[in-house]
Nanobody, 133 residues
Framework: AQELVESGGGSVQAGGSLRLSCAAS????????MAWFRQAPGKKLEEREG??????????SYADSVKGRFTVSRDSAENTLNLQMDNLKSEDTAMYYC????????????????????????WGQGTQVFVAS
């Protein structure tokens, strides 16, 4: 079984940076599209937002709200998915989840998996990010 463990969350002032990491244990996620989703305070589970994704082909895709500020990367050797978040804003405050979306998916489809009705293979437990204005 695959387990995803996120880390790197915390509190930061607006304009600051954080780096989230997702360690995958068990099966490898080679060839799987993966993504970071977030759930803002007061939002329902079904309102989770795709933030950044890496497709099965290695392509990347970002939500408009984070383009130019967030960078998603994958370290296949260490079986980790990372999210570098720079110039953070108060509206980035949320619980961030690492997700294995599935095989043979583009980054764009992985990013919008919830709205497309694509079932997720695995969710992590999440890591909290709080950005003070």
């Amino acid at each position: 079984a695959q387990e995803l463990v996120e880390s790197g969350g915390g509190s930061v002032q607006a304009g600051g940076s954080l780096r989230l990491s997702c360690a995958a244990s068990g099966d490898t996620y080679s060839g799987q599209a993966m993504a970071w989703f977030r759930q803002a305070p007061g939002k329902k589970l079904e309102e989770r937002e795709g933030v950044a994704a890496i497709g099965s082909d290695g392509s990347t895709s970002y939500a408009d709200s984070v383009k130019g500020r967030f960078t998603v990367s994958r370290d296949s050797a260490e079986n980790t998915l990372n999210l570098q978040m720079d110039n953070l804003k108060s509206e980035d405050t949320a619980m961030y989840y690492c997700v294995v979306v599935g095989p043979r998916l583009s980054a764009i489809r992985a990013l919008h998996a919830l709205s497309l009705g694509i079932p997720f293979a695995h969710w992590g437990q999440g890591t909290q990010v709080f950005v003070a204005s």
